[in-house]
């Protein structure tokens, strides 16, 4: 059985070949259950969290994503959310990896993304711009990158240290990578608009958006959460990963919903739609497309696959 850590896993899941493993698995007839959600108590700490995301393909591949979260941590100086992905045979039962689950999820997420990003932005796009300055974004940078022609990217942050960190490795990804404080300014130039935080109000107003614009929405993983306003829901057309997951969990979907603002068919199709073809995505270069993703578990299962079928290559040619 392989073990695949966070380096391992980055080295075996390019992002063009990780994005079409994505794409693979929206068109496949991958199943996929409610993700399990187990609450535990912690004496003298907030209660954790353990969520269990299976997937599986019949007679190939079974995977579950194991994630805990344990708000205590901070005080532990230790990460409050950690996660392990096993990956197994689905017709043996035979476990054949463990894997870095807080990479893999990174990797699977700004792949998602891109390849919304591919039927959604426009084939010309060449301003990105990435809201947010943790883990994802370096790897939203990339992922985006690896699908249009980008030009330049910018990053915007709450934190100027976090944001000025983040430019310094991303020059690394990209020769034109720099930080930008007036946020209404870098969404009016951009063609991308890539958010991964962790806000409860809009940062990104719909007054600000250009036509041709595509907005990608990833941070507001719950119904509390948003990252946009009411006006670039109602100005743009609307897109997600899945229907059951950012309908119920995206704040950004979610509330303008419970609103009246837009109802189940404004949502234009998801990315198995995309993915099979049944709708095009962008129809003109003036539209404006969104994004809602909230991540699942078959992401997960493509990105584990790709990096043990890589993994196990690339030992065998070392034998």
């Known amino acids: 059985m392989l073990i695949l850590d966070e380096t391992e896993v980055r080295n075996t899941t390019a992002f063009p070949e990780l994005v079409e493993a994505v794409r693979s698995m929206f068109q496949s007839d991958c199943r996929m259950p409610t993700r399990h959600h187990h609450s535990l108590h912690v004496p003298a700490e907030p209660d954790a969290t353990l969520l269990l995301m299976p997937a599986w393909t019949e007679g190939q591949y079974m995977g579950v994503k194991i994630v805990s979260v344990f708000p205590g941590n901070v005080r ?9 992905y096993l990956l197994s045979s689905a017709l043996t039962g035979q476990n054949l990896a463990i894997i870095d689950g807080a990479e893999l999820t990174a990797r699977r997420t700004a792949a998602s993304s891109a390849l919304a990003s591919r039927f959604l932005s426009r084939t010309d796009a060449k301003v990105l711009l990435v809201c947010g300055t943790g ?3 370096l790897n939203l940078i ?22 000025e960190e983040t430019v310094k490795l991303a020059g690394r990804l990209h020769p034109r990578v720099s930080i930008v404080t007036d946020l209404a300014a870098a969404v009016a130039e ?17 007054a600000w958006l250009k036509p041709g614009a595509h907005l990608d ?5 719950t119904p ?21 997951g950012a309908l119920s969990e995206g704040g950004d979907l979610v509330q303008p919903m419970k609103a009246g603002l837009i109802a189940r068919d404004s949502i234009r199709a998801d990315l198995a739609g995309l993915s099979r073809g049944d709708h095009v995505g962008r129809t003109s270069a003036d539209e404006i ?7 699942a578990a078959l992401e997960d299962l493509a990105g584990a696959i790709l990096a043990f079928e890589t993994a196990t290559r690339l030992v065998q040619s070392d034998g």
């Open 76 to 84: 532990r100086a230790l990460p409050s959310v950690s996660g392990t």
């Open 135 to 137: 883990r994802l974004s």
């Open 142 to 163: 990339e992922a985006h990158c690896s699908q249009r022609p980008i030009e330049t990217v910018l990053v915007w942050g709450r934190s100027a240290e976090k944001a």
């Open 190 to 206: 951009a063609d991308i608009i890539s958010c991964a935080t962790l806000s409860d109000a809009p940062i990104v107003r719909g």
């Open 217 to 221: 929405l990833i941070g507001a993983f």
């Open 224 to 244: 509390s959460m948003r990252e946009c306003d009411d006006e670039a829901v109602l100005r743009a057309s609307l897109f997600v990963d899945t229907f059951d």
């Open 289 to 295: 497309t969104l994004f809602k993703s909230v991540g």
